[in-house]
């Protein structure tokens, strides 16, 4: 079992970066897929990009590839997202969540989210 934890959301301007980072409690980290989603208000939470379980793989949704970059470190039972050249439609609460064993884009497959941190992008 895992829980995890986002930080690192803030008010950054268009076009601006920040990293987002999730520690998950747990001594079995390692075999758990990570994901990050997002809700933007009176929207669908929707994926963004998630990692294998050594780190290996990477995928991403088409609204943020090549502006993000999503990394893991296994020592540390942290992911981290790195959000660049960040548009106004990345305005929204960022999840992180955990899924046993194998990756998968859809939130529903995922056992454990943290409570999610807000990223705001203004012009």
């Known amino acids: 079992q895992v829980q995890p934890v986002e930080s690192g959301g803030g008010f950054v301007q268009a076009g601006g970066s920040l990293r987002l980072s999730c520690t998950a409690s747990?001594?079995?980290?390692?075999?758990?897929?990570m994901g990050w989603f997002r809700q933007a208000p009176r929207k669908k939470r929707e994926f963004v990009a998630t990692?294998?379980?050594?780190?290996?793989?990477?995928y991403y949704a088409d609204s943020v590839k090549g502006r993000f970059t999503m990394s893991r470190d296994n020592a540390k039972n942290t992911v981290y997202l790195q959000m660049n050249s960040l548009k106004l439609e990345d305005t929204a609460v960022y999840f992180c969540?955990?899924?046993?064993?194998?990756?998968?884009?859809?939130?529903?497959?995922?056992?454990?989210w943290g409570q999610g941190t807000q990223v705001t992008v203004s012009s």
């Open positions: 747990g001594r079995t980290f390692s075999n758990y897929a």
């Open positions: 990692i294998t379980t050594n780190g290996d793989s990477t």
């Open positions: 969540a955990a899924k046993f064993r194998n990756w998968e884009s859809k939130p529903k497959l995922y056992d454990y």
